[in-house]
């Protein structure tokens, strides 16, 4: 009776830990699905203006809607442009 026991915490203990890293993995290749971490082709030259919108979000559409757009973009040549656009670390 005691083996069984032990056998199923140790059982439990291991699909805790490799549901974690399972979760992990999962995880790090959603993330890199959605942003482009390839900085090779992103623009390398430093804007002209970093703007954050703090303006309020209109009232009369969802919430999940309102906060669609980024709030923080670039200025370069004269026209808007995402910050995943630039390579920020080099």
């Known amino acids: ?3 069984n026991i032990y056998f199923l ?3 439990l203990i291991i699909s805790f830990i490799v549901g974690i890293i399972v979760g992990i993995l999962i ?3 959603l993330s890199k699905d959605n942003y482009n971490f390839d900085f090779s082709g ?7 203006k970093w703007v ?8 009369n ?6 906060n669609k757009e980024p709030k923080d973009y670039f200025i370069y040549e004269g026209q808007r442009r995402e910050l ?3 390579d920020l670390l080099g």
Do not use: G
């Open 42 to 48: 992103n623009i390398k030259l430093c804007p002209e």
């Open 9 to 11: 915490i140790i059982f």
């Open 1 to 3: 009776m005691k083996f």
């Open 61 to 66: 559409i969802s919430p999940s809607e309102c």
């Open 52 to 59: 954050r919108d703090e303006s309020p979000c209109v009232y």
């Open 84 to 86: 995943y656009e630039f």
């Open 27 to 29: 995880a790090m290749n």
